[in-house]
């Protein structure tokens, strides 16, 4: 999901478990902070106070203590220093404690920069309205997905199926973490991590890749199998050095005639002769002869 896909993100939620909109508002916030989440609320979450009780958007400061009895000056004001990271003046302090626990001052002092509330919830908004369209209609999702969020293909090991996705993603977190072998990923490598986490997801809920089809891909788009909403179609430009121009020559070329051989795709696309191979050993073309030349015997 949008904002809600690093590393970092994934361990907040992890720990925190949210159950509601305004739990996933707060996270937004904790995230875009600084000094708001590491050495600060994730020390609390862990001692087992509540993340509904942290503190996680700036404007969560100044609404929490004119509830507690703060004026809304002082309250405004105390929300405009911390959230700028100038910490608590003494005697904002003196009138906090009273009303608020020690942790909460203290977590004031820590903070150097707040995130707005109203940016937080935009962004789960987002997020919310994507998570519906993949879990109701994952299909959709998925044909999107990959044709506008992922930077790195490798389509010969993403047709094949949940085993050999893991098995080659393995590989790479194995190269990586040895430092002898570290030099060997490239970082095509490292951005097909992100590919393949998606991948494997998509295969776990029942749903897979078909191999490139020369009638039915798009130039560079997914697309979803017409008539089975389980199958997503990889478009031509999935294949390493094939780029949009030449993937949308055989687009154009099959819109006129369908092709009779691999010969009638080199003459009517831009395709050179090492593409071609390429998509030969991913067995888009076995169903074409060689050349145009009809065989009578």
Request: with cysteine; glycine share 6%; charged share 30%.
């Amino acid at each position: 999901m949008p904002e809600f896909g690093t590393k970092f993100v994934r361990g907040i939620l992890e720990l925190t478990q949210p159950k509601t909109f305004s739990d996933l508002v707060i996270i937004s916030g904790l995230s875009h902070g600084t000094d708001v989440w590491l050495n600060n609320a994730k020390d609390l979450v862990e001692k087992g106070i509540p993340l509904q009780k942290v503190i996680g958007c700036r404007d969560d400061i100044m609404t929490y203590l004119i509830h507690r009895g703060l004026k809304p000056k002082d309250a405004f004001f105390i929300m405009e220093s911390v959230r700028k990271g100038k910490g608590l003046k003494p005697e904002w302090e003196e009138i906090m404690k009273p009303v608020v626990d020690d942790w909460y001052i203290d977590s004031c002092k820590k903070i150097k920069y707040m995130f707005p509330k109203a940016h937080a919830v935009a962004y789960v908004i987002m997020a919310i309205r994507i998570a519906w369209f993949k879990v109701y209609h994952p299909y959709w999702y998925y044909a999107v997905y990959f044709s506008l969020r992922c930077d790195a293909y490798e389509i010969d090991t993403m047709v094949k199926g949940y085993d050999a996705v893991a098995a080659r993603m393995d590989e790479i977190h194995r190269k990586m973490a040895d430092p002898e072998l570290k030099r060997e990923v490239t970082p095509k490598d490292s951005a097909l991590i992100t590919t393949f986490e998606s991948v494997l997801e998509m295969y776990a809920r029942g749903y897979k890749f078909s191999n490139i089809d020369m009638e039915l891909s798009e130039a560079t788009e997914f697309k979803v199998m017409p008539g089975d909403k389980t199958t997503i179609i990889p478009p031509f430009t999935t294949v390493d050095g094939l780029g949009e121009n030449v993937a949308k020559s055989i687009v154009e070329a099959r819109k006129q005639c369908p092709f009779l051989s691999k010969e009638d795709i080199l003459t009517r696309t831009q395709l050179s002769a090492t593409l071609l191979k390429k998509l030969e050993k991913l067995g888009c073309l076995s169903h074409l002869q060689e050349e145009n030349q009809m065989s009578l015997f």
